[in-house]
């Protein structure tokens, strides 16, 4: 006999509680489908020493090259290590002993850095044959920032002035950028090559065109005032060229981010903190922050949205700079604990590894047989 069910079923009566519960469904619950959190470690890999790191916020002292050499500036000397055979090589001892090294950037690409000085010297150094190939003199004053644009190095000053070199000709100080009254302390051309931005000691945020002739009335295409406190910490977006993120210093705490083609602000969060430096991660949708008082910790934040992802902390004074590992995975912090810290908190996920290790190379296979 077939039991068949006919008519409406029956409405529950009122304050009628069904205490069922789905112990199992097949349809995907939101939980479920969630991405895993990728794991970050909280202990930096490796801690150095930094002895006679100078506790100066608008010094720019550590970077790191595409030949996996991290340059750092300790007194008046430039060392440099290695970060995979661990080898460390004195590179520069300034002669004078008030002089001190004030910042150091590499080029992109290759074995050139460039060194700014106390005295306002700005030297190029070719690290495989350990030699000085120039020593330019064209600033009155100390030089915190530098950065390279192919063969133009771009050096500020305490004065708030911005020289533009062309490292391979005689008459190397090629043009002047007078956009700032104070120190600049900020300096980064773009990955495209068509911005320099600039932040200085006067708060502002200066965002110049690519004109590297012999213009002396070069005008920012953008003067952006919004931050409160000195602007050091800057980083051009590397997966769009048009945004930027700049950092203030301990009156502001604010990380804001820009369009540089609209000159709007896209977003912008209060760290509760002194902001020293920010780095954008190449893996990640990510970018991390470092910071000074209270905590002396980096944050790595979500774009762009910025929600914190994490934080790492066990330096002991304020972060001073910040730098990226060549190959994307590892960011490095001086703080003024006169220690540098390796953090490995973009490591690329083994599989995705894999698999764009095998898309490469089925590149590769594919460009050899045409």
Known sequence: KILRLSGKPLCAPEGYQNNLKVLYSQSATPSSTKKPIRYIPS???RILDAPEIRNDYYLNLIDWSSLNYLAV???NNVYLWHAESGDILPLVQL????DYIASVSWIKEGSYLAVGTRNGEVQVWDVERRKRL???VSHNARVGALSWSSYVLSSGSRVGEIHHHDVRIAQHHISTLTGHTQEVCGLTWSPDGRYLASGGNDNLLNIWPNITGNDTECQPLHTFTQHQ???KAIAWCPWQANTLASGGGTSDRFIRLWNVNSGSCLNAVDTHSQVCSILWSIEYKELVSGHGFSQNQLIIWKYPNFT???ELKGHQARVLDMCLSPDGTTVCSVAADETI????CFAVDPAKKKKMAVAAQSSVLHHGIR
């Not at 002669?95 to 008030?98: A, C, L, T, Y």
């Not at 810290?341 to 490995?344: D, F, G």
């Open 95 to 98: 002669q004078d002993q008030e």
């Open 73 to 75: 500036g300790l007194g």
């Open 308 to 310: 914190k992802v994490t």
């Open 341 to 344: 810290r390796i953090w490995k």
């Open 134 to 136: 120039r020593n330019m």
């Open 43 to 45: 202990m930096p890999e």
């Open 229 to 231: 406190g000195a602007v």
